[in-house]
């Protein structure tokens, strides 16, 4: 019997999680049905243009992400400490950025008067909503069900569209947290979708490697979203993936990933030119190293990750890479 989510996932145990969640019908999620020939690739941008603006609400931080054709991992820490610097009425602006919200919410953030008891039952409310938005429960919830609705119009059918609720596995040491995101980041290597991790689309390690982490690029995946769901407010703070630790913040795990950037490119590099038992796919282990590969030298990209808001000018990394 499915033990509840509560005992599985604690963020006082470990912030940091494996989730995974599967699509249950026989047509593909978001690849090429092989029997109707139809392509649902454009779904994969419905994902990773959600998950741009959850991670922007929630106090939960995208750390790594694969969106596969029939399923997608993800690895996420939960900063609950976050939220609670949250302000009652930034707490409300993040809920109703998802959700109308309840008749009094409403009221309030139109700015009606409320009296005593009205003002108490607010007070409950906005702490019950502040705890939702640390909860995995409903960041998955609330990236599920908004992919489903849209699936299920564009298919023109009703039904389950994921397989069961989502699972989740708890990374209780570094090992494993680094371990399950080169695991996700390989994923389509793995499958012999994409030659490299680099040229792997809808995965993260793509997405930081190719320039498209900078607030201003999360901004406008968010506004994409925005402009798909009418519930979705538009004024959202985008919030880019989670940050990688320099070598003076390594071992703080409250300043970023346990591991540079730099150390975690080339450990999917040569993780992923290794054979794995009972994956198709890997690396062409000739291939020269994965920052040669981007025009990247060793000096340049510990400079980029130590000085990170110097190099970045108007959305672009400047590291004077080769062509």
């Known amino acids: 019997m499915p033990r509840p989510r ?18 249950v019908r ?5 690849g090429v049905d092989q029997y109707s020939g139809r392509s649902y690739e454009h779904r994969r941008g419905w994902i990773e243009d959600r998950l741009r603006v959850l ?13 596969m054709s029939n399923h997608y991992h993800l690895v996420v820490k939960l900063n609950p ?8 009425d930034e707490v409300l602006t993040r809920w109703t950025a998802l ?3 309840p008749l009094l919410v409403q009221r309030y953030r139109a700015g009606e008067a409320l009296g005593t008891a009205e003002a108490a039952t607010l007070k409950s409310m906005i702490a019950v909503l502040r705890t939702r938005l640390t909860s995995l429960s409903w960041f998955m919830k609330c990236l599920n069900e908004p992919i489903a609705r849209q699936a299920n119009a564009e298919d023109g059918c009703t039904g389950h569209f994921w397989e069961a609720r989502f699972q989740s596995q708890a990374l209780r040491s570094e090992r494993a947290l680094i371990t399950a995101m080169a695991y996700v ?18 995965t993260s390690i793509r997405t930081r490697t190719q320039g498209r982490d900078t607030p201003a690029q999360v901004r406008q995946a968010v506004v994409r979203a925005a402009n798909r769901d009418e519930l979705l407010h538009k004024r959202v ?7 990688f630790a320099d070598d003076s913040s390594v071992e703080s795990s409250d300043s970023g990933l346990p591991i540079r950037l730099f150390d975690y490119l080339e450990l999917v590099d040569v993780s992923g030119k290794q054979i794995s038992e009972g994956k198709r796919g890997r690396i062409d282990p000739t291939l020269t190293p994965i920052l040669d590969r981007l025009g990247l030298n060793n000096d340049e990209w510990f400079q980029a990750t130590v000085n990170f808001r110097s190099h970045y000018r108007n959305g672009d990394l400047q590291l004077g890479c080769s062509a």
């Open 185 to 202: 980041d390989l994923n389509p290597v793995r499958a012999e979708i994409a030659k490299t991790p680099e040229d792997s689309e809808y």
């Open 81 to 88: 400490n976050e939220a609670r610097a949250w302000s009652d």
């Open 6 to 23: 509560s005992e599985l996932v604690s963020a006082a145990d470990t912030p940091y999680y494996h989730v995974y969640s599967r699509c």
């Open 237 to 243: 703070t985008a919030k880019c993936l989670a940050s």
């Open 26 to 30: 026989r047509a593909f999620l978001c």
């Open 55 to 67: 991670s922007s609400l929630f106090s939960i931080d995208v750390c790594a992400y694969a969106v």
């Open 99 to 101: 959700f109308k919200g």
